[in-house]
């Protein structure tokens, strides 16, 4: 999301507050999800990927395939 404030006006023709223009980047397919391999979402993900639905029951299986079943935190 970005979002840019800008005056509504200058000082001598009006003094009504500011706009606010707020743009998302929306993906095909789902959520983009950022896959990071502590539980504290520290430095990088290990991994981006879009995730159709996040409904999620990994029971014993692999979070991350091949890297990590603990201690994972993922962010939509």
């Not at 391999?37 to 091949?66: H, L």
């Amino acid at each position: 999301m970005a979002t840019y404030s800008i005056p509504s006006g200058n000082a001598t023709t009006s003094n009504c507050g500011y706009y606010t223009f707020s743009s998302y980047l929306l993906l095909q397919g789902g959520l983009q999800g950022s896959y990071f391999t502590n539980r504290w979402f520290a430095g990088n993900p290990y991994t981006t990927k879009v995730d159709s639905t996040v409904n999620f029951n990994w029971g014993t299986g692999m979070i991350i395939p091949e890297v990590a079943s603990n201690y994972v935190s993922i962010v939509w």
